[in-house]
């Protein structure tokens, strides 16, 4: 009755927990903040800093510029909350900066969730969501939200096959009338491959480099197949040896080679989701295909890589990096379709 007469007396939100990146998302409005899933913390008292605020972009741009009394923590890791308290307080602040001003009551929370998840891993999921400021709490498996947001039919008798590659994870599934059909999830991902090129460049180049400047390196000039241009990047870092400051030039064809192992799992990954298929689901995949979504999607040449492995088309979503925040928000504006997409229980406040 009362949202009759007040707009904005309750706000329904959508959260993508992301290892490296979290989103929210208003139905109707879209997704409406996109920040790093970091908080600056005292090492003392375990408060986040300034007054909460210090997390997201800011908390991001003091990684590797702090005091040994200061830690830059990542509260998810790998989908799943690692760190409860600093969790709650970061998601309390993101649900404060994207509620619509004027909006007022506890909002109810869509969280997407790993489909590898523990039953501990997803009770502190809702636990912990609540606990930051939501009056009702469901979940969705990120591989469900990615089919959605990447237009696919799952609700239809036909196999729909995604690749979601984030920062902490890559998870394959294969959807059949709007169910799992066959799934498996993996470690290696964007996170994997700039450690696997950190550790190539210390070998290598006797360079020692943080991740996120192998992270960049990886997504300027990086591949999974030739390029037709193969470009060269300049990197700094401090020497192995000596520990003092130093550069180097670091060649495309080099970032290649530094990502193969990480992407021999990803792609061991979708044949063993393969694998576990009834030949009638198997054979709806040659026509189907393969679509991949997560930032870790964008490496260059990575689907035509898949493909020639695999032997099945594949493609890469429109906007890769928000295909689950999407797929999440087109569950909650339409829940009474899509409400079978979640995962059994709701925590209620």
Known sequence: MLSRFFPNFRTDLVVDLGTAVTRVGLPGEGIVLEEPTLAAVDQSTRQILAGGCAVGHLAQHMVGRTADSIEVAEPVRAGVVADYEI???MLRHFFAKARPSGSWGKPRVLVTIPGDITPVERRAALNSTYRAGARQVLLLSKLKAAALGAGLPIAEP???????IGAGSTEVGVLSLAGLVSTHSIRAAGREMDQALAD?????FS???????????????GSARPLEEEQVRQIRGTDHVSGLPREA???????????????EKIIDAV??????????????????????????????GLDRLIAERTGLPVRLAEEPGTTVARGALICLEHLERWQA???PGEYHG
Do not use: N, W
Not at 211 to 219: C, L
């Open 200 to 204: 190539y460049l210390r070998r290598h």
């Open 87 to 89: 969790f709650e307080a």
């Open 341 to 343: 997409l979640l995962e």
């Open 158 to 164: 036909v196999a729909s096959m995604v690749c979601s």
């Open 207 to 221: 360079l020692r480099v943080s991740r996120q400047s192998a992270e960049r390196v990886r997504i300027e000039i």
């Open 249 to 263: 030039l670091v060649a495309s064809e080099q970032v290649r080679e530094a990502l193969e192992e990480p992407l």
């Open 271 to 300: 044949r063993v989701t393969l694998d576990r298929l009834k030949p009638e689901l198997a054979a709806d995949l040659m026509d189907q295909g393969v679509v991949l979504c997560g930032s870790g999607a964008l490496l260059r």
